[in-house]
């Protein structure tokens, strides 16, 4: 259902000096004036919003993705517990990183998180602006890096919080999808097909709703061909998870990579 397309642009993701995302502050002027009256106006959606039938989706548990061609679906695992942590929806040269946490119910998270966000990516080098995209405020981030061919560059992210009802959805936007084109085009509609399922148990603000795998998928281990180690995925504020002794397990943030513990669906 989901095919693995061959991948176009920067093999490593790695864009050269001068060659970053200065396009992305008038790109898509249309859309991010409709995120600005209402950033959740095009998706996604609460459960109680879903849009015909919950079989025409992929059941993630917290989330229901949308099969559109070409869009490849993994989740991440937490090498400790074998759980779920994040689902990765993949595009030619680009990914989105999706994680689906509780909120309160009379407050959004996403400008308290916004601000710990850019104080995180500002300790690690990470040159976080704000800039208005297809969401609503975002949070653009450079971080340094070296090209194939030895320049010096940037790897970039673009950071993206949707608050829902009791809900709140973090997007992290890598490789081509960082950037305004048809690569981020699509995995921006992919995110606008997504459901939410909050679910009605209490729950304290900032808790990770549970992700599952369906019973029915084909899952498989991969190995990173790049040997890269594998990325900590951010809980809400965009701080590692912590460890058996309750440690940081990593800095705040980190240059969003593929990891070699990935399950992919297929």
């Known amino acids: 259902m989901f095919g693995r397309k061959k991948r176009t642009g920067s093999r490593d993701g790695v864009v050269p000096s001068g060659e970053s995302n200065a396009a992305a502050e008038t790109a898509g002027t249309a859309s991010a004036e409709q995120a600005q009256e209402n950033p959740r106006a095009l998706g996604p959606r ?22 559109i061609s070409g869009v490849d679906v993994r989740l991440e695992v937490d090498q400790r517990t074998q759980e779920p942590r994040a689902v990765n929806l993949d595009f030619r040269d680009g990914s989105v990183q999706l994680q689906p946490f509780s909120a309160p119910k009379s407050s959004g998270l996403w400008e308290e998180v916004r601000a710990e966000l850019i104080a995180g990516l500002r300790r690690d080098n990470g040159d976080p602006s704000v800039t208005r995209g297809s969401f609503g405020l975002q949070v653009d981030a450079k971080f340094p890096a070296t090209t194939a061919d030895g320049r010096q560059g940037y790897r970039l992210a673009r950071f993206v919080g949707i608050d829902g009802p009791r809900w709140f959805l973090r997007a992290v936007f890598t490789g081509g999808a ?5 690569t981020a085009e699509v995995l921006d509609d992919a995110v606008r097909a997504l459901v939410v399922v909050r679910g ?53 943030v980190q240059p969003p990579r593929r990891g070699p513990e990935i399950t992919e669906i297929g």
């Open 200 to 252: 009605q148990d209490p729950r304290p603000p900032r808790d990770l709703l549970t992700l599952s795998v369906p019973e029915d998928a084909t899952v498989r281990r991969m190995a990173d061909s790049a040997g890269q180690p594998p990325a900590p995925v951010a809980d809400a504020d965009g701080v590692a998870p912590r460890g058996g002794d309750g440690a940081p397990s990593g800095p705040a």
């Open 178 to 182: 960082a950037l305004p084109g048809p």
């Open 46 to 67: 609460d459960e109680s919003e879903l849009p015909g039938e919950r079989s025409e989706y992929l059941d993630l548990g917290a989330l229901l993705v949308k099969p």
